[in-house]
């Protein structure tokens, strides 16, 4: 209740600046998941996995400028910007799940991390490091690899940015 008496009721700008809250927190526990796996657990990103990351590397920064511009008020950018996050994970879970489909060997992968690789030798044996492959699922939980996982993970923070963006006053 106000001072008046009557129940407050949600803001857009509170939901607006909700949804950017969950996306940055999602989207940061996310990336630091998966740098955490590489770096700590040793599990070295394909090529693919590494594409995946670009959403969430745009959304951090962009989520936590979308909380700071809802609590001005400027919801309309912010609800722009929450649009735009949103449209970044959906193309992710496209890509998220062509990577899985690509582990699950369902259609081919980028002819550069899958297949049979031509090694280059030279007098101190190989020249190049050997690239890791997209098409082999180095890790999987419940059924799902790490593209598995990003796949759902996307798809969420996609339905909570267009959620955020549809807030209206």
Known sequence: MDATGKPIIARPAGNVMRASAV???????????????????????????L??????????????LVMLLA??????????????IAFAFLANVALAVFHAGVEWKWWPGPTECTGAFDL????GGVLDTPVIRCDE?????????????????????????????????
């Open 23 to 49: 996306v940055l927190i999602i989207a940061t526990a996310t990336i630091l998941a998966a740098l955490g796996f590489e770096h700590i657990g040793g599990y070295a990103p394909c090529p693919l996995c």
């Open 51 to 64: 594409e995946e990351r670009y959403a969430y590397y745009f959304a951090i920064p962009v989520a936590a």
């Open 71 to 84: 609590r001005g008020e400027s919801t309309i950018i912010a609800r722009i910007l929450l649009l735009v």
């Open 120 to 123: 280059k030798w030279g007098p």
């Open 137 to 169: 699922a180095s890790f999987r939980f419940l059924g799902l690899s790490f593209a598995g996982w990003d796949a759902l993970a996307s798809a969420f923070i996609a339905l909570v940015g267009f959620w955020g963006a549809a807030q209206r006053r």
